[in-house]
Nanobody
């Protein structure tokens, strides 16, 4: 199983960026949860958004209303549209997937089985 993150880059405060994650094969169709986490320098990894196989999406309070996670089953990708960016959003963003059972009420606890490499997002004022 391979997860390949792309997108990200640099943005100014208030701008929008998009990161995407492509999976090998059709693994997203068999995963019970897919999501995005991020890690800022000197900080612990933080869960950003998680989507269940049924399409229920949960967001961290810090991004709720600004970030939107989506899934394209035909392209076997998941994306994270990040709006109204702030410097606090600067981090390496990782996509991840969980094969085992997961329910949205377990949020924010997700024990992912697979991780992609990260993609850098930098927001400057």
């Amino acid at each position: 199983v391979q997860l390949q993150a792309s997108g990200g880059g640099s943005a100014r405060v208030g701008e929008t960026l998009r990161v995407s994650c492509a999976a090998s094969g059709s693994i997203f169709s068999v995963m019970n949860a897919v999501g995005w986490s991020r890690q800022a320098p000197g900080k612990q990894r933080e869960l950003v958004a998680v989507m269940t196989s049924g399409g229920v999406t949960k967001y961290a309070d810090s991004v709720k209303g600004r970030f939107t996670m989506s899934r394209d089953a035909a392209k076997n990708t998941v994306s994270l549209q990040m709006g109204r960016l702030s410097p606090e959003d600067t981090a390496v963003y990782y996509c991840a997937a969980k094969l085992g059972t997961w329910r949205s009420y377990e949020f924010p606890n997700v024990d992912y089985d697979y991780w992609g490499q990260g993609t850098q997002v930098t927001v400057s004022s």
